[in-house]
């Protein structure tokens, strides 16, 4: 109600509610690099507009005279009762978008009481944003780095900062072929504080003085003009500063062992268990786009799935994550919860995935331009948006609970099923 009282007395909004006008603002307000890269996707950029466009095959079919005047947009996740079902999903290097980057984030998020998934390249420390949310729900999301030590300090420091759920992402064993960033000679992990989730953590600092792992020791950041100002940059990480940094050397050996470390391609199934022995907290797999990957989480005890594609980071080609809700949803049959993320944009795509079989959306690139506009303010309005569309979807459908957000309140569109 608020924000149409807004509307309608022609007061300007900080941040636009249509989609394309907020990514515009957005770009505005970021450098060309920074834009590239959060807007930016795999090859071709095919499966970006997938993940889109595959929205549009299905259709929502409203009921009529259904007291709509009271609605319920709560679930209950994990155990955790939420007061809407959106997550903000991991987002690395967010100093590119502000400079109060993932602090902002979780400000917002906590306002919201809407998780907020800490990125394990995260620009700052998960502890520095877990002591700004009090109480309010955080989730901690993990790159399976290939030392099990700092593995191990990840998910200890994350059952320390409060988090109550630990994200494995498996599609970002290595990094997707992304021309906007490759044409601008550009490596974005490393602006800023880009890495300082991994300078901030006691293993990974120990580790500077160790020979780096077997197969990694050629692993070295192309030098180009890019990449000194980038480790540069890379070196206010560091207490003490740039200087005291620099001259240690500590700033390069961190960017180079972070490259060479930071993910595991040789991952298999089996790696799962050594996680299960080393927390307690339920652990999600993010990626997961294959029905027989989803029986296979299953089988290995896993607690939740997020169906993504990486924002079509990662595989262009790649299916979009809504056109194989339904097939996983039917995988899993009910015992794993399922949270869909890539290309949710507003509350009618939300009601769809719940309406597929998702418990929950995550979102990553708009509250990334709400950042980027306006900072803590910026998010807080995108995920009020995204929750006023949704409860307004909800109940303009005739539904005044999740629970009834069911498979027969869409009709697949006759021209594509
Ligand atoms: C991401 N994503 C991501 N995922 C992850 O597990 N760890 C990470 O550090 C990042 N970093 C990241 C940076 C940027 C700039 C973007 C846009 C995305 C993927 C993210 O969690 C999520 O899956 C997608 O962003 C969802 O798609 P939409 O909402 O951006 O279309």
Known sequence: RAIYSRGLAAKQPQVPTDYAALEARAERCMSAQAFAYIAGGAGREDTVAR???????????PQMLRDVGERDTSITLFGQRLPSPFLLSPVGVLEMAHPDADLAVARAAAAARVPYIFSNQASRPMETCAAAMGDA???????????????????????????????????????????????LGYLPF??????????????????????????????RPPVNLHTLRAVLQAARAFPGGTLAGLRSGRALAAVRRFIATYSRPTLTWENLAFLREHTRLPVLLKGVLDPDDARRALDHGVDGLIVSNHGGRQVDGAVSTIEQLPRIRDAVAGRLPLILDS??????????????????????????????????AGVGEVIANLRADFELTMALAGCRSISEVTPERLRADAAVS
């Open 51 to 61: 993940n889109r466009s595959a929205f549009g095959q299905w259709q929502i079919v």
């Open 190 to 219: 490393l602006r800023g504080r880009g890495i300082a989730q991994y300078t901030s953590d006691p293993v990974f600092l120990d580790s500077l003085d160790e020979p780096l792992p077997a197969g990694a020791q050629d692993v």
């Open 343 to 376: 290309g949710v944009r507003g509350g009618a795509d939300a009601f769809k995935a719940l309406a597929l079989g998702a418990t929950a959306v995550g979102i990553g690139r708009p509250y990334c331009y709400g950042l980027a506009i306006a900072g803590e």
């Open 137 to 183: 729900p955080r989730w901690f999301q993990l790159y399976w780095s290939k030392s099990d030590a700092l593995v191990k300090s990840l998910v200890q420091r994350a059952e320390g900062s409060g988090c109550s759920a630990i994200v494995v992402t498996l599609d970002t064993t290595l990094l997707g072929w992304r021309s906007r960033d490759l044409d």
